[in-house]
Nanobody, 125 residues
Framework: QVQLVESGGGLVQAGGSRRLSCAAS????????MAWFRQAPGKERKFVAA????????YYSDSVKGRFTISRDNAKNTLYLQMNSLKPEDTAVYYC??????????????????WGQGTQVTVSS
């Protein structure tokens, strides 16, 4: 099994930057597809970004494209999300997720097997 722990959240002013980390234990990240999701107050959990097993391919939601960058360091067993030009609408609890499925819809939270506890990101105006 895999345990995921997010960190790096906090209060940020609009236009600022923040980097989130997701540390994995229990097994290595290699062989797992990884993603970030977020959930704003009163809203459903939504896809943010995904990265494939070797880190060669990334995919972003339209709302964060050009501002966020997902990356992974399999040697460190860590997933990252670099967030730039933050907006108040980015305020949410951010979750990292992993899947061991060979085939999956990368935006579908139901296709991910492992989840972290989440880290709060608050962007003030």
């Amino acid at each position: 099994q895999v345990q995921l722990v997010e960190s790096g959240g906090g209060l940020v002013q609009a236009g600022g930057s923040r980097r989130l980390s997701c540390a994995a234990s229990g097994r290595t990240l290699s062989g797992l597809g990884m993603a970030w999701f977020r959930q704003a107050p009163g809203k459903e959990r939504k896809f943010v970004a995904a990265i494939n097993r070797n880190g060669g391919n990334t995919y972003y939601s339209d709302s964060v494209k050009g501002r966020f960058t997902i990356s992974r360091d399999n040697a460190k067993n860590t997933l990252y999300l670099q967030m730039n030009s933050l907006k108040p609408e980015d305020t949410a609890v951010y979750y990292c997720a992993a899947t061991q499925r060979a085939y999956y819809e990368l935006e579908d939270s139901r296709h991910y097997d492992y989840w972290g506890q989440g880290t709060q990101v608050t962007v003030s105006s």
